[in-house]
């Protein structure tokens, strides 16, 4: 039983109105359940309320014009402009659209016969449709998760419930300059030649000019309207709200008509105008347009259809258009390609196996490209080694055969090759990449294939980075495919790094479900990334210390087993405001490293209070309106979002980033993991030994150690007074830092010195292994080094009543 006031779950919002915005969010979700219902009873109620929806929604539109609906949907549930737009508030539904625009083709004509689709008026539907929508959105959540809820089929069918409404309802999950790179990378005609005309009989430039003159004529169109709109309300205005012209009215009443009320015939446009607008072939363009729409076909049962797409089987996965018998197309919610042009492209060109085999190549070398040129931004320098061949142990070798005195390598071990591995400082980062796509099937919501299809990309690129990473922790280095050994005695830390090419959404961050599934079969974890999440981390990271704690905090099992977010950036965005943090178990902390103070109950509760299971809401609106400016989307300047730390500490990180002074990236790292509160204590330290530098003229040291998750690792200032030559100050804060981290066992030690200006003079960093060392004990006693034993005592009752006078009858004597 959680103790009183320990919660045994939390949730994590950016602000205020985030959280309020998510609570009105679940509000609407369950409002349709009945006193004393639980969830899943109600979720068993999914079918009636699905159909009870339908209905009414089937019942408001007989008479209506399908893209007239379609577009009064569209107004209502995607935001035309983006300045000021906030994810975490909005209530709009893109997969609104879709639900309705389903419901509208399984009637089977655009107008139903013999109706006046002027007569009624459905713009005033519009409202209860987002509210049915929503309702049947959210009971398609409940029923996937109710089969979920005791592994029906098997251990991931709840995280193949979340993503498959992640699939549903999140539209554009991937930022558009990132998105259309990757693609251009791929499918552009300079790299990959007339693969793409040759299979869907157009090029990606083609794709992208029609997608483009889409969005032109779209506007054009829109922006018609409202101006000739504004200029008869400001001719009638000006005019002292004279009588205008009848002509003059019937125009604005025409705007008004194609803005607000019968949309669809200003919305809509046919290839002709698409190929005039971007000067593209006819043919071509008819060959874009049919590949990314869906028409209207015979009449259907609409509630089939809708509890398919609810259960993950969507006709627009892969489309945004819907087409009418006479060549009229109108778009949904989202420009044609949007999350899926490699999908269209990966299932057509498959069918011919010569030509998937060069695109499988491209998109090989892409991939591992791409992931190593934002991991190089990240990290600061390049790429030690690209494609590294080395040795493996055979199947029953143990690793330990492999080390740097191995004969007869080949004997057994086989030859195996590393997409990247980067050494920086004293830190290996082992990489692999998968370019493999999560099937249709599995997006779809099949269990068992999506197993399959995480095992092929995830699982294998965690097994693939954690066995290179296994040899060096072990052995100290490799063997490469020279037969030559390779030593990285040097290496201090390792992490690893797995890179997919598709968007992974929950997929990546869901690590207890990877790892129950046996998916990850390691108690060691790399991070687990989309190649365009890597991409926006590369973007938003000033410092490569700030992507190793990243990495650190996201890799570690007390961070990926507590948190839980449905996309990566809101962790990333978490992690930059400081929160993404668990304690370490100061039990554990206390006994494993030498001179820590024993927990107090204090420290227990805090401990068990971080240690709980978090949902992680929206925190990309910052994010979002950084790269929104940056596109050009959104009119609104916002600043760059940043890596939350005490000013004068960064300085001191940046001092050793430039230049790359000795412990600047792991030891950097420490530092900026610090809380708010030991962070200022390590400022105020060296202030403090600057201070009293000046006062006396003698030299002064501060000592901080801060024993963690990722070892122990201690901090030594000093002071150099003006009348001491910086050698001699150097070396002897060199001594002190050196024999108490021997003392204490530290595993690293960071040794600054100051002059009395504040001015750094020098720096030493040691990481040499704790080790026994008789010379070093002998000099601690010399110098008179607290002992170990007493460092980490408590402090005794007495000692805590410096203000309490022992003799309250004899008066404090003044200094």
């Given at each position: 039983m959680a103790s009183k006031g320990i919660p045994s779950a939390r949730v994590i919002s950016a602000d205020d109105e985030g959280i309020e915005a998510a609570f009105r969010s679940m509000a609407s979700a369950i409002a349709g359940l009945r006193q004393g219902e639980t969830l899943l009873e109600f979720a068993a109620r999914g079918p009636q309320v699905i159909q009870e929806n339908v209905a009414a929604i089937s019942e408001a539109l007989e008479q209506a014009d399908a893209f007239d609906v379609i577009e009064l949907m569209r107004l209502r549930e995607t935001p035309l402009v983006l300045d000021g737009y906030r994810e975490s508030l909005a209530d709009q539904r893109p997969a609104a659209v879709e639900l309705v625009a389903l419901i509208l083709l399984a009637r089977g004509e655009r107008t139903p016969e013999g109706a006046d689709t002027r007569k009624g008026n459905p713009a005033a539907e519009i409202p209860d449709l987002h509210d049915r929508c929503g309702a049947m959105l959210s009971m398609g959540q409940f029923m996937l998760l109710s089969d979920g809820r005791d592994d029906k089929y098997g251990p991931l069918t709840t995280l193949a419930a979340t993503y498959v409404g992640h699939d549903v309802n999140v539209k554009f999950k991937q930022y558009a300059h990132v998105h259309d790179g990757m693609n251009e990378a791929l499918f552009g005609t300079e790299h990959i030649?007339?693969?793409?005309?040759?299979?869907?009989?157009?090029?990606?430039?083609?794709?992208?000019?029609?997608?483009?003159?889409?969005?032109?004529?779209?506007?054009?169109?829109?922006?018609?309207?409202?101006?000739?709109?504004?200029?008869?309300?400001?001719?009638?205005?000006?005019?002292?709200?004279?009588?205008?012209?009848?002509?003059?009215?019937?125009?604005?009443?025409?705007?008004?008509?194609?803005?607000?009320?019968?949309?669809?015939?200003?919305?809509?446009?046919?290839?002709?105008?698409?190929?005039?607008?971007?000067?593209?072939?006819?043919?071509?363009?008819?060959?874009?347009l049919q590949r990314f729409s869906v028409p209207f076909g015979a009449p259907s049962d609409p509630v089939?259809?809708?509890?398919?797409?609810?259960?993950?089987?969507?006709?627009?996965?892969?489309?945004?258009?819907?087409?009418?018998?006479?060549?009229?197309?109108?778009?949904?919610?989202?420009?044609?390609?949007?999350?899926?042009?490699?999908?269209?492209v990966e299932a057509t060109v498959k069918a011919d196996a010569a030509k998937w085999k060069r695109y499988e190549k491209r998109r090989v070398a892409v991939s591992e490209q791409l992931a190593v040129e934002h991991l190089e931004t990240?990290?600061?320098?390049?790429?030690?080694?690209?494609?590294?061949?080395?040795?493996?142990?055979?199947?029953?070798?143990?690793?330990?055969?492999?080390?740097?005195?191995?004969?007869?390598?080949?004997s057994i071990a086989e030859q195996t090759e590393a997409d990247a591995l980067f050494l920086v400082e004293d830190v290996a980062v082992c990489v692999e990449v998968k370019g493999r796509s999560v099937s249709h099937r599995a997006r779809g919501g099949h269990v068992q294939r999506l197993a399959g299809d995480l095992r092929a990309t995830v699982g294998e690129a965690t097994e693939q980075a954690l066995r290179l990473e296994r040899l060096i922790r072990t052995n100290g280095g490799l063997w490469d495919e020279n037969q030559q050994w390779l030593d990285l005695t040097s290496i201090r830390e390792l992490r690893s790094v797995a890179v997919c090419l598709d968007?992974?959404?929950?997929?990546?961050?869901?690590?207890?479900?990877?790892?129950?599934?046996?998916?990850?079969?390691?108690?060691?974890?790399?991070?687990?990334?989309?190649?365009?999440?890597?991409?926006?981390?590369?973007?938003?990271?000033?410092?490569?210390?700030?992507?190793?704690?990243?990495?650190?905090?996201?890799?570690?099992?007390?961070?990926?087993?507590?948190?839980?977010?449905?996309?990566?950036?809101?962790?990333?965005?978490?992690?930059?405001?400081?929160?993404?943090?668990?304690?370490?178990?100061?039990?554990?902390?206390?006994?494993?490293?030498?001179?820590?103070?024993?927990?107090?109950?204090?420290?227990?509760?805090?401990?068990?209070?971080?240690?709980?299971?978090?949902?992680?809401?929206?925190?990309?609106?910052?994010?979002?309106?950084?790269?929104?400016?940056?596109?050009?989307?959104?009119?609104?300047?916002?600043?760059?979002?940043?890596?939350?730390?005490h000013p004068a500490l960064l300085g001191l990180v940046d001092f050793l980033q430039d230049g790359r002074k000795p412990g600047w990236?792991?030891?950097?790292?420490?530092?900026?993991?610090?809380?708010?509160?030991?962070?200022?204590?390590?400022?105020?330290?060296?202030?403090?030994?600057?201070?009293?530098?000046?006062?006396?003229?003698?030299?002064?040291?501060?000592?901080?150690?801060?024993?963690?998750?990722?070892?122990?690792?201690?901090?030594?200032?000093?002071?150099?007074?003006?009348?001491?030559?910086?050698?001699?100050?150097?070396?002897?804060?060199?001594?002190?830092?050196?024999?108490?981290?021997?003392?204490?066992q530290s595993d690293r030690a960071l040794m600054v010195l100051v002059d009395e200006r504040g001015a750094i003079r020098s720096v030493r960093y040691d990481n040499r292994r704790p080790a026994v060392d008789a010379e070093l004990d002998q000099l601690a006693t010399e110098m008179g080094l607290i002992p170990v034993e007493v460092m980490g005592r408590p402090v005794p009752p007495s000692a805590r009543r410096a203000t309490k006078r022992l003799n309250p009858g004899k008066k404090k004597r003044k200094r």
């Open positions: 030649g007339d693969l793409l005309l040759g299979s869907l009989g157009f090029s990606y430039e083609d794709f992208v000019a029609v997608r483009t003159a889409i969005r032109e004529v779209y506007l054009d169109r829109f922006f018609a309207a409202r101006d000739t709109l504004g200029e008869i309300a400001q001719e009638w205005s000006d005019s002292g709200r004279a009588e205008q012209p009848e002509d003059r009215i019937e125009q604005g009443r025409a705007a008004v008509h194609d803005l607000m009320f019968f949309p669809g015939k200003r919305a809509s446009f046919t290839a002709s105008d698409i190929a005039a607008a971007c000067n593209l072939g006819l043919a071509h363009v008819e060959q874009v089939a259809i809708v509890e398919s797409y609810l259960a993950g089987n969507s006709p627009f996965r892969n489309a945004a258009l819907v087409v009418d018998g006479e060549g009229n197309y109108i778009s949904l919610n989202v420009p044609i390609g949007t999350d899926c042009f490699r999908q269209v990240l990290l600061g320098t390049s790429a030690t080694y690209v494609n590294l061949k080395y040795f493996r142990p055979n199947p029953g070798i143990d690793v330990t055969q492999l080390g740097a005195d191995a004969v007869k390598i080949t968007d992974m959404g929950p997929l990546a961050t869901a690590l207890d479900e990877l790892v129950r599934a046996g998916v990850v079969k390691s108690d060691r974890f790399p991070w687990i990334v989309s190649l365009h999440d890597l991409a926006i981390v590369a973007e938003v990271v000033d410092r490569p210390a700030e992507f190793l704690l990243y990495l650190r905090r996201r890799t570690e099992s007390e961070v990926s087993l507590n948190f839980a977010a449905i996309d990566e950036l809101d962790l990333f965005m978490l992690f930059l405001s400081g929160q993404l943090y668990v304690e370490p178990d100061p039990d554990r902390v206390s006994e494993e490293f030498l001179g820590v103070r024993r927990p107090t109950a204090k420290d227990r509760r805090r401990y068990r209070g971080q240690s709980v299971p978090t949902r992680v809401m929206t925190h990309t609106d910052p994010l979002d309106a950084w790269v929104y400016f940056r596109e050009g989307s959104s009119q609104e300047e916002a600043p760059k979002p940043e890596f939350s730390s990236f792991r030891f950097s790292s420490d530092l900026l993991n610090l809380a708010d509160e030991a962070q200022e204590d390590v400022v105020r330290g060296i202030d403090n030994v600057i201070e009293a530098t000046k006062k006396d003229g003698q030299p002064h040291t501060s000592f901080v150690a801060f024993a963690g998750a990722w070892g122990y690792p201690t901090l030594f200032v000093g002071s150099q007074p003006a009348k001491m030559p910086r050698a001699l100050a150097s070396h002897q804060l060199a001594t002190y830092g050196i024999t108490k981290k021997h003392q204490i």
